[in-house]
């Protein structure tokens, strides 16, 4: 069996990262105004739960009629 070899690498400098990724900056800027809005989700949660609750109430009292 031939042994593994470990590729090795070069440490790049920043300023060459920076000169070659210029929206490196402008996407740093947007990523920190990143700011979801989950009310939508809250919404269907809670309507979800809602009905889930009364579909399990309706089911015992069917429940208890039936015996």
Known sequence: MS???????RPETS??????????SSF???SDA???DYSYVKKDL??????AGTFV???????????
């Open 57 to 67: 109430s309706i089911l015992l009292i069917l429940a208890f009629f039936l015996r």
């Open 15 to 24: 300023e060459k990262l920076q000169a070659n990724s210029p929206l490196s």
């Open 3 to 9: 042994k593994k070899r470990k590729r090795q690498v």
């Open 34 to 36: 990143f700011n979801p």
């Open 46 to 51: 809670r309507r979800i739960g809602i009905l």
């Open 28 to 30: 740093r800027s947007t």
